[in-house]
């Protein structure tokens, strides 16, 4: 019996060095997942939280039902269209933010709706910094914003990267110079069929902002200022843009977004 008990003893003894025998990585990992407490700012079953504004129509107006939810992604779809006619539109999260990383799949599907533009063929874009939806223009196409745009490959041996930087009513600076051109290309790779592609951007409001694709950093700028070619915030031309709105874009190509998750930064 003594012999029984003392086994038991050793046998716990074991299992309790065990436990303890943790690499620093793994303590250090399971760390970092318990103090990041990522978000949900999309359900999975409905469009609550976002707002709608479609070039033309008032703000929370969804016109002709662009965005809706299907197989728990949000959807930007065209079945309701005759004819795109420059109805470029964007889904908005119901509050700004500053400081974060924002991450979500998307994919592109389908065919382009008819009458829309050539460059937006499995084009569309998750706009950061966006100005507030209710001081934009009925007609107004585009937020003054930083466009993390979206491309899928059109041609096998075409290179078409992704997670690109476009700048509607903004301007960048990367290597401590003023850019103005409109759109920069990442060095991602190019992606084509209806795979999903996983997107990460951090934000550091004015200071630096990165693109990253399937884990991969693939872009990265800083100290964006309002200006330029669709800025329709004039009186604000060359301040700092710090914080914003983030929008889902609908321009023409169907696409899905989904696990749309957001993690504050300090």
């Not at 939280?49 to 992604?73: C, E, L, M």
């Not at 700004?96 to 990383?101: G, L």
């Amino acid at each position: 019996m003594k012999g029984i008990i003392q086994h038991y003893i050793i046998l716990i003894i074991f299992s309790i060095l065990l436990l303890n025998c943790k690499s620093p990585k793994d303590n250090a990992d399971q760390n970092t997942a318990e103090s990041e407490k990522w978000i949900q700012l999309f359900n999975g079953v409905d469009l609550e939280g976002w707002n709608v504004k479609i070039s033309g129509h008032p703000y929370k107006t969804n016109w002709k039902n662009t965005f809706i939810v299907r197989d728990s992604a949000i959807c930007v779809d065209y079945k309701e269209y005759k004819d795109f006619d420059n109805s470029f539109g964007h889904l908005f999260y119901e509050k700004p933010f500053s400081n974060y990383k924002l991450k979500m799949k998307y994919r592109f599907v389908g065919n382009q709706a008819k009458g829309g533009e050539n460059w937006a063929h499995r084009n569309s874009g998750v706009m950061i910094h966006c100005q507030d939806p209710q001081s934009m223009k009925i007609d107004q196409a585009f937020p003054v914003s930083l466009e993390v745009q979206l491309l899928g490959g059109l041609e096998e041996g075409s290179p078409r990267s992704t997670a690109n930087l476009c700048s509607p009513g903004t301007h960048v600076h990367m290597n401590d110079e003023l850019v103005t051109v409109h759109c920069i290309d990442s060095g991602s790779d190019t992606f084509y069929g209806d795979q999903w592609i996983d997107l990460e951007v951090e934000v550091r409001g004015d200071s630096v902002i990165k693109h990253s694709i399937n884990g991969a950093q693939v872009l990265e700028y800083n100290k964006p200022v309002i200006g330029g070619e669709y800025n329709t915030l004039e009186e604000k031309a060359g301040e700092p843009l710090k914080d914003g709105y983030i929008s889902l874009q609908s321009e023409s190509h169907p696409v899905e977004f989904k696990n749309i998750m957001l993690l504050e930064l300090n």
